[in-house]
């Protein structure tokens, strides 16, 4: 079993699942060389580094809400980096070692688990080049089970993924990423304008210099903020998804299976969701 944590979604599978998942906005960033010379594969990807580069590329690309160049110096010259800059939400993990959706040993929104869930085992932000590697460190995951027999489906053959459900996934994903571009453009948008205080976002500097620490979060009621802000949704519809994820806070808070860390977070959730209910949000920049 893989749902051992519950997913990363794209931003528009976020709105759609508030009634499921408690969810935080995710800001991430990924590094690659300009150039396919300066590029250094990993040793599982030097097989096909030259396949393994240009799709990681193609598919930074297509994910990234921003993109902005650096040069470094490397080996006593300098290399010119592409830094990809990512949106998503990140469903909060509110029982430990498994996700929230899952019901016994089933998926409990099987009919509208997320896309990441319907490319199990290949990623869709991941290069197909890599699909061999992917699966096969997938398969010797502890705990995983993977059928294995002769009887279990064909997903990967000569390389590429045959599977027609994850391949429907992947350019499923790309298309979302496409429709939600206005609305990740206008989140980097107020990054880079920098309002501090509370209840407004990190600035773009600083989730670019803590990268390296891994993911940032914030609370998921920005970026449906922002989505009123600039009209792709109603301040009913943005009030309303607040509400949701009130009432799915509350259901967590209630489970006895929600553990002490989870309990805490969700509790600071939950006074600031109410308080934007009360007070609405103050902070509107033009964009
Ligand atoms: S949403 Fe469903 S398929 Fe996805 S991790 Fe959760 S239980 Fe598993």
Redesign the pocket.
Known sequence: MC?NR??EVELSEAAALADVFVLRLMFRLYWLPRQLSDYVAPSEDAANARAVFYEKKRLLSAFAAHQSSVKVRRDRKAVEYTKYFMISALALDTRLGA?S??NGER????DR??LS?RSVPFHYSRAEALAESGLKAFVETTGYGCDTSETAPIVLKNGQIVASDMKTARSEAIAMVERDRRWSEAIVRRMKAGTQGPGTLPRLQEVEAGAHFGATTTSMSLAWQIAADVGLIGSEECNRLIKLQLTVIDRDLAASRCSPDARETLAGMRAEYQNHLHVGHAIVLND
């Open positions: 749902c519950s997913p996700c959706a899952l998926c409990g929104i099987y688990r997320p869930c």
